[in-house]
Protein backbone atom coordinates (compact mmCIF):
# COMPACT_ATOMS: atom_id res chain seq x y z
CA UNK A 1 0.00 0.00 0.00
CA UNK A 2 1.28 3.20 -1.19
CA UNK A 3 0.80 6.45 1.65
CA UNK A 4 1.60 9.76 0.76
CA UNK A 5 1.66 12.60 3.64
CA UNK A 6 1.62 16.47 2.74
CA UNK A 7 2.65 18.67 5.16
CA UNK A 8 3.33 22.93 4.74
CA UNK A 9 0.34 24.04 3.60
CA UNK A 10 -0.44 27.46 5.16
CA UNK A 11 -1.90 30.82 5.02
CA UNK A 12 0.53 33.79 3.39
CA UNK A 13 -0.11 36.77 1.84
CA UNK A 14 0.42 37.67 -1.94
CA UNK A 15 4.38 37.52 -2.82
CA UNK A 16 5.14 35.19 0.04
CA UNK A 17 6.26 31.49 0.00
CA UNK A 18 5.36 28.38 0.86
CA UNK A 19 7.28 24.43 0.47
CA UNK A 20 4.85 21.78 0.68
CA UNK A 21 6.08 18.22 1.44
CA UNK A 22 4.69 14.88 0.67
CA UNK A 23 6.80 11.96 2.08
CA UNK A 24 6.23 8.48 0.94
CA UNK A 25 8.28 5.08 0.87
CA UNK A 26 11.89 4.46 -0.62
CA UNK A 27 10.04 2.25 -2.74
CA UNK A 28 7.51 4.87 -4.42
CA UNK A 29 9.80 7.28 -4.15
CA UNK A 30 12.30 5.89 -6.64
CA UNK A 31 10.13 3.82 -9.44
CA UNK A 32 6.69 6.13 -9.47
CA UNK A 33 6.33 9.88 -11.35
CA UNK A 34 4.84 11.84 -8.41
CA UNK A 35 3.09 15.05 -9.28
CA UNK A 36 1.27 18.06 -7.07
CA UNK A 37 -2.17 19.14 -7.89
CA UNK A 38 -4.96 21.54 -6.47
CA UNK A 39 -8.49 22.04 -6.34
CA UNK A 40 -10.13 25.32 -5.59
CA UNK A 41 -13.63 25.53 -4.41
CA UNK A 42 -16.39 24.99 -7.13
CA UNK A 43 -13.37 24.45 -9.43
CA UNK A 44 -12.16 21.10 -10.85
CA UNK A 45 -8.83 19.45 -9.63
CA UNK A 46 -5.63 20.46 -11.73
CA UNK A 47 -2.25 19.45 -12.56
CA UNK A 48 0.55 21.52 -11.02
CA UNK A 49 3.70 20.08 -11.35
CA UNK A 50 4.95 16.20 -12.24
CA UNK A 51 8.57 14.82 -11.95
CA UNK A 52 9.28 11.50 -12.95
CA UNK A 53 12.07 8.89 -11.59
CA UNK A 54 14.69 10.22 -14.12
CA UNK A 55 13.81 13.61 -12.82
CA UNK A 56 12.09 15.01 -15.95
CA UNK A 57 9.44 17.59 -14.59
CA UNK A 58 6.55 19.56 -15.90
CA UNK A 59 4.40 22.20 -14.73
CA UNK A 60 1.19 23.78 -15.70
CA UNK A 61 1.68 27.44 -17.64
CA UNK A 62 0.41 29.59 -14.52
CA UNK A 63 3.30 28.64 -12.23
CA UNK A 64 5.93 28.48 -14.16
CA UNK A 65 8.84 30.21 -13.08
CA UNK A 66 7.25 30.63 -9.91
CA UNK A 67 6.90 27.25 -8.66
CA UNK A 68 9.58 24.11 -8.32
CA UNK A 69 9.07 20.53 -7.70
CA UNK A 70 11.76 18.46 -6.58
CA UNK A 71 12.43 14.96 -5.17
CA UNK A 72 14.98 14.24 -1.69
CA UNK A 73 16.26 10.62 -2.55
CA UNK A 74 17.31 10.29 0.95
CA UNK A 75 14.42 11.68 2.60
CA UNK A 76 12.34 10.06 0.36
CA UNK A 77 10.41 13.28 -0.07
CA UNK A 78 8.80 15.46 -2.58
CA UNK A 79 8.68 19.24 -2.14
CA UNK A 80 6.95 21.97 -4.09
CA UNK A 81 8.42 25.33 -3.41
CA UNK A 82 6.22 27.92 -4.14
CA UNK A 83 7.40 31.68 -4.31
CA UNK A 84 5.37 34.70 -5.33
CA UNK A 85 2.20 33.41 -4.58
CA UNK A 86 -0.78 34.93 -5.37
CA UNK A 87 -4.75 34.72 -4.40
CA UNK A 88 -5.51 32.65 -7.16
CA UNK A 89 -3.23 29.94 -5.85
CA UNK A 90 -5.92 29.41 -3.19
CA UNK A 91 -6.47 25.69 -3.04
CA UNK A 92 -5.93 22.47 -1.40
CA UNK A 93 -3.13 20.71 -2.71
CA UNK A 94 -2.55 16.82 -3.15
CA UNK A 95 0.84 14.82 -3.99
CA UNK A 96 -0.26 11.93 -6.50
CA UNK A 97 1.66 8.86 -7.99
CA UNK A 98 1.62 6.41 -10.11
CA UNK A 99 4.08 3.94 -11.10
CA UNK A 100 5.03 4.71 -14.73
CA UNK A 101 7.57 7.53 -16.34
CA UNK A 102 4.61 10.02 -17.88
CA UNK A 103 4.31 13.45 -16.70
CA UNK A 104 0.62 13.07 -16.80
CA UNK A 105 -1.68 16.18 -15.73
CA UNK A 106 -4.52 14.39 -15.81
CA UNK A 107 -5.60 13.44 -12.30
CA UNK A 108 -7.92 9.67 -13.19
CA UNK A 109 -4.41 8.38 -14.14
CA UNK A 110 -2.81 8.11 -11.13
CA UNK A 111 -3.22 5.43 -8.33
CA UNK A 112 -2.37 7.20 -5.51
CA UNK A 113 -3.02 10.37 -3.30
CA UNK A 114 -2.43 11.84 -0.59
CA UNK A 115 -4.82 14.03 2.10
CA UNK A 116 -4.38 17.30 1.17
CA UNK A 117 -2.71 20.29 2.24
CA UNK A 118 -5.01 23.71 2.47
CA UNK A 119 -2.95 26.63 0.94
CA UNK A 120 -4.42 30.17 1.27
CA UNK A 121 -2.94 33.45 -0.09
CA UNK A 122 -4.72 36.57 1.03
CA UNK A 123 -4.37 39.98 -1.45
Known amino acids: QVQLVESGGGSVQAGGSLRLSCATSAYTFSTYSMAWFRQAPGKEREGVAV???????RYRDSVKGRFTISKDNAKNTLYLQMNSLKPEDTAMYYC?????????????????WGQGTQVTVSS
Open 51 to 57: INMDGDT
Open 96 to 112: AARDWLHLSFLDYEYDY
